[in-house]
Antibody, heavy 118, light 111 residues
Framework: EVQLVESGGGLVQPGGSLRLSCEAS????????MHWVRQLPGKGLEWVSR????????RYADSVKGRFTISRDNPKNTLYLQMNSLRVEDTAVYYC???????????WGQGTLVTVSS | QSALTQPASVSGSPGQSITISCTGT?????????VSWYQQHPGKAPKLMLY???NRPTGVSNRFSGSKSGNTASLTISGLQAEDEADYFC???????????FGGGTKLTVL
């Protein structure tokens, strides 16, 4: 059974940093691209970032480019999102999601809440 | 404002069918058959319901179906059941630098 468990969320001041983690199990982690997707307070979903299975290629939404960094540790089956220069508008529930084979996100974690506020 | 446009809410009675639309552009829905749909119950993670416009993952009821015409995709749920009450989001791969876009979500109420 595929399981994704996020951690690392919390309250941070504008301009601060936070690192999210996502522990994966139930599938061959290194064989799959992984994503971060966030859900804003108004409920809309926004794709944040993607990383290839071997970590060789990363992509970012324009809204986070230059501030967020996605990475992975395949031996530890763990995905990360380093978030710097956080803004109020980054407040959201952050989900990690496994990449399907057809440009979809086939499994999602339960999410971790990030609140950026002074 | 979300990149894909969905109605904010739809409703139907048990046993009826409903359709949720999702409108994008030629750079996303209109340019690719990589449209997916997700169901989200309150406080839960999104669940994949359809991929590549109309394909169902293993375990998803055949009451859920999808289609696409031009820049608009649609999700149809037939034989509505109380458990279908949830938020539904569409998503599409896109040619832009932001690789995936989502709709703002549609709240389905089963009357």
């Amino acid at each position: 059974e595929v399981q994704l468990v996020e951690s690392g969320g919390g309250l941070v001041q504008p301009g601060g940093s936070l690192r999210l983690s996502c522990e994966a199990s139930g599938f061959s982690f290194s064989g799959y691209r992984m994503h971060w997707v966030r859900q804003l307070p108004g409920k809309g979903l926004e794709w944040v970032s993607r990383i290839k299975g071997d970590g060789s290629d990363t992509r970012y939404a324009d809204s986070v480019k230059g501030r967020f960094t996605i990475s992975r540790d395949n031996p530890k089956n763990t995905l990360y999102l380093q978030m710097n220069s956080l803004r109020v508008e980054d407040t959201a529930v952050y989900y990690c999601a496994k990449d399907g084979d057809h440009f979809e996100h086939d499994y999602w974690g339960q999410g971790t809440l990030v609140t950026v506020s002074s | 404002q979300s990149a894909l446009t969905q109605p904010a809410s739809v409703s139907g009675s048990p046993g009826q069918s409903i359709t949720i639309s999702c409108t994008g552009t030629s750079g996303d829905i209109g340019g690719y058959n990589f449209v997916s749909w997700y169901q989200q119950h309150p406080g839960k993670a999104p669940k994949l319901m359809l991929y590549e416009v109309s394909n169902r993952p293993t375990g998803v009821s055949n009451r859920f179906s999808g289609s696409k015409s031009g820049n608009t995709a649609s999700l149809t749920i037939s034989g509505l059941q109380a458990e279908d009450e949830a938020d539904y989001f569409c998503s599409s791969y896109t040619s832009g630098s932001t690789l995936w876009v989502f709709g703002g979500g549609t709240k389905l109420t089963v009357l």
